[in-house]
């Protein structure tokens, strides 16, 4: 599991996350927690970095950070 910060508007994540992370046959499930004042995106993947996720959430201008 890669727990990410999220940075950006709700409306942006809410329109955009699902479509940017169907990029990835990697991942096999994901949510995104809206009430933490975080907004904290959980995903269960194999074979991909937090790195790579983040990469490109930030091309559509949704920031992240991994979470330790």
């Not at 727990?3 to 990697?26: H, W």
């Not at 995106?41 to 970095?49: F, K, V, Y």
Request: hydrophobic letters at 40%.
């Amino acid at each position: 599991e890669i727990p990410l910060r999220l940075v950006g508007s709700e409306m942006c994540i809410r329109d955009s996350i699902g479509s940017l992370l169907a990029k990835f046959p990697q991942i096999t499930r994901w949510n995104v927690d809206f009430e933490d004042w975080e907004k904290v995106l959980r995903i269960e993947c194999s074979n991909i970095t937090a790195l790579e996720i983040s990469e490109t959430l930030r091309n559509s201008h949704i920031f992240a950070t991994e979470l330790e």
